[in-house]
């Protein structure tokens, strides 16, 4: 059993900033990689940003230069730093997590998702 707490979306106009976080907790042996995903409606899910165990970062080709994760392994948290924002990133982003249990069973868990709106 484990909870995502995603927080920092909402509503802000083009070029600004916003910073998304998710906490994990739960049972939780050890976190094998940590991400954000998004959809907008009409649209499939794409990815955004992932960030492994050892600390290597996978963005999507649209969000390069703009924004950054990074993870605080101490406290099993993950953060999307977006900058330069545009109303094309106007998407409900989720948090991601793949992990491995207590029971040391592989898991892979999605966060309820938060609401980014971009204005123009």
């Known amino acids: 059993q484990v909870q995502l707490v995603e927080s920092g979306g909402g509503l802000v106009q083009a070029g600004g900033s916003l910073r998304l976080s998710c906490v994990a907790s739960?049972?939780?042996?050890?976190?094998?990689?940590m991400g954000w995903y998004r959809q907008a409606p009409g649209k499939q899910r794409e990815l955004v940003a992932v960030i492994t165990s050892g600390g290597t970062t996978t963005y999507g080709d649209s969000v390069k230069g703009r924004f950054t994760i990074s993870r605080d392994n101490a406290k099993n948290t993950v953060y999307l730093q977006m900058n330069s924002l545009k109303p094309e990133d106007t998407a409900v982003y989720s948090c991601?997590?793949?992990?491995?249990?207590?029971?040391?069973?592989?898991?892979?868990?999605w966060g309820q998702g938060t609401q980014v709106t971009v204005s123009s």
């Open positions: 991601n997590i793949k992990y491995r249990g207590s029971n040391l069973y592989d898991y892979e868990y």
């Open positions: 739960g049972n939780i042996f050890r976190l094998n990689a």
